[in-house]
Structures are given as structure tokens and as C-alpha cells.
């Protein structure tokens, strides 16, 4: 079945860039997503990207895609402490059901 | 645009009551509605699918009598959580989209989260 799969846990110090890992299953996946969630709230769209792209910036956020690898990363240019939340991944076969990763939670220390 | 509203935002029910809990579309008409669960440190866990108008479909595993959807317009869908037990526990997320199936993007808002804690 569909499986999407994230490291647990990233530090990375204030200033520096994070870089967010999920590894999916589904050949078919349509969209993929990046989800952050802060504590005690629900999910915030980050980005996405189609899977005919390999890239995708969005200000500080740059998205890269390997289909053949069905891995996808996020990379957060330099990360600030409002950063720290868990960051989830999703995907879609455009049916509108998302998959998610269990999540990884990034803390930014000084 | 495409904000999406859940109330209560948290709930403490005694076992054996039944607790409702709303989601809103506040700026758009959400074809489709979806509900999750979430435990803690966990990732989200799709419930049921809810398109206006017609009956939610279940997740395998989730039981369509204790958790009843009901999704009577293109702004409300209830999540109604009943004879609720201790191991209901959990936070409830709902997510609205006002694609169909197969729409461009399949792009779904999430409403803030509901903790239902049952005593």
C-alpha cells in the first residue's frame, strides 16, 4: 500500500539551512506537499510540487523532487526560531486523499 | 482566502456521552470534507471522507456508527463522536477542498484541531 516515510527529528542551529527528507511508495503520486504544524493547531500548506517538476523556491523554501527515487526534500534557507514545528509530508494521486509521513519535528537553537 | 474554522477547539466529555464537533468553510463551499485523528507525536489518520450531500466514506478500521459525519451543506460538516470512551481521546482535524475527485490539485485546508478528552 501507500507508504510515506520521514525522519523523526531535526536540530539545526538558528541561521542555518534545514533539510527535511521523505521517502514515498505510490508511483501514481500526483502532488506532493510539505505541511507544517505548530503546537496545538492544525496544518499549514508550505508548498507543493507535481511530480513533473524536479525543483520548486518559494522564498525560502526550496522543494526538490527525485521521481526515481520517490524521495522529496524541503530545504529552509536560513531557518529562524519560528521555524520549529513538525513539518509533514503528503502525497496525492490526485483523488484528494493525502498520505501523510509521521512528521519531523525540527528545533532551532541559537 | 480558504480559511477553515473547528469548534470546539477543546472538549472534555464523561464515558457514554456523545460529543459534536463542527467544521466550517468560512470563505469558500467545500465540495469535499475530510476528518482525522491524531495522537500524540503521531502523524494524521484519515477517518472518513465527506462529500456534501451524500454519506462519508470510512477509513478501514474506523466505525461509522461511533463516529458519525454528517455533511449538510457546502460550509458544515459534524463529527459526532458517540458513547464516547477514554481511548477516543485524541485530536481531531478537519480538512476541507472545494475540488472533486480527480480536480487539478486536490489541495485541502485544515481546520485548527479539536482535543476531545473523554473522563
Known amino acids: 500500500g501507500e507508504d510515506v516515510e520521514q525522519s523523526l527529528f531535526l536540530s539545526v542551529r538558528e541561521g542555518d539551512s534545514s533539510v527535511i527528507n521523505c521517502t514515498y511508495t505510490?508511483?501514481?503520486?500526483?502532488?506532493l506537499y510539505w505541511y507544517k504544524q505548530e503546537p496545538g493547531a492544525g496544518l499549514q500548506l508550505l508548498t507543493y510540487?507535481?511530480?513533473?517538476?524536479d525543483m520548486k523556491q518559494d522564498q525560502r523554501l526550496t522543494v526538490l523532487l527525485n521521481k526515481k527515487d520517490k524521495h522529496l526534500s524541503l530545504r529552509i534557507a536560513d531557518t529562524q526560531t519560528g521555524d520549529s514545528a513538525i513539518y509533514f509530508c503528503?502525497?496525492?494521486?490526485?483523488?484528494?486523499?493525502?498520505?501523510f509521513g509521521a512528521g519531523t519535528r525540527l528545533a532551532v537553537h541559537p | 482566502g480558504a480559511v477553515v474554522s473547528q469548534h470546539p477547539s477543546r472538549v472534555i466529555c464523561k464515558s457514554g456521552t456523545s460529543v459534536k464537533i463542527e467544521c466550517r468553510s468560512l470563505?469558500?463551499?467545500?465540495?469535499?470534507m475530510f476528518w482525522y485523528r491524531q495522537f500524540p507525536k503521531q502523524s494524521l489518520m484519515l477517518m472518513a471522507t465527506?462529500?456534501?450531500?451524500?454519506?462519508?466514506?470510512?477509513e478501514q478500521g474506523v466505525e461509522k456508527d461511533k463516529f458519525l459525519i454528517n455533511h449538510a451543506s457546502l460550509t458544515l460538516s459534524t463529527l459526532t463522536v458517540t458513547s464516547a470512551h477514554p481511548e477516543d481521546s485524541s485530536f481531531y482535524i478537519c480538512?476541507?477542498?472545494?475540488?472533486?475527485?480527480?480536480?487539478?490539485?486536490?489541495?485541502?485546508?485544515f481546520g485548527p484541531g479539536t482535543r476531545l478528552t473523554v473522563t
Open positions: 480538512s476541507a477542498s472545494h475540488g472533486t475527485s480527480g480536480s487539478s490539485r486536490g489541495e485541502q485546508y
Open positions: 505510490d508511483s501514481s503520486s500526483t502532488y
Open positions: 510540487i507535481f511530480s513533473n517538476m
Open positions: 503528503a502525497e496525492s494521486n490526485g483523488y484528494n486523499k493525502l498520505i
Open positions: 470563505d469558500f463551499q467545500a465540495t469535499t
Open positions: 465527506s462529500n456534501e450531500g451524500s454519506k462519508a466514506t470510512y
